[in-house]
């Protein structure tokens, strides 16, 4: 889950600094980029407890 705070941080940062007025476009791109990576992060993190689990049952 330590991955996945750090992906939604960067996304946090990457959205803070992106301004379409100013910017290019692929700054948003990038906050995109970390909060899937979040996701997936959170999600495998998810199924390895689950798995965890039923192996110690």
Same mark, same amino acid.
């Given at each position: +889950?330590? @991955?996945?705070?750090? %992906?939604?941080? &960067?996304? #946090? @940062? +990457? $959205? %803070? @600094? $992106? =301004?379409?007025? =100013?910017? &290019?476009?692929?700054? !948003?791109?990038?906050?995109? #980029?970390? !909060? /899937? @990576?979040?996701?997936?992060?959170?999600? /495998?993190? #998810? !199924?390895?407890?689950?798995?965890?689990?039923? !192996? $110690? $049952?």
């Amino acid at each position: +889950m330590d @991955t996945a705070c750090r %992906a939604v941080a &960067q996304a #946090g @940062t +990457m $959205a %803070a @600094t $992106a =301004s379409l007025d =100013s910017e &290019q476009p692929w700054p !948003l791109l990038l906050v995109a #980029g970390w !909060l /899937t @990576t979040a996701t997936d992060c959170a999600l /495998t993190a #998810g !199924l390895l407890a689950d798995w965890e689990a039923e !192996l $110690a $049952a």
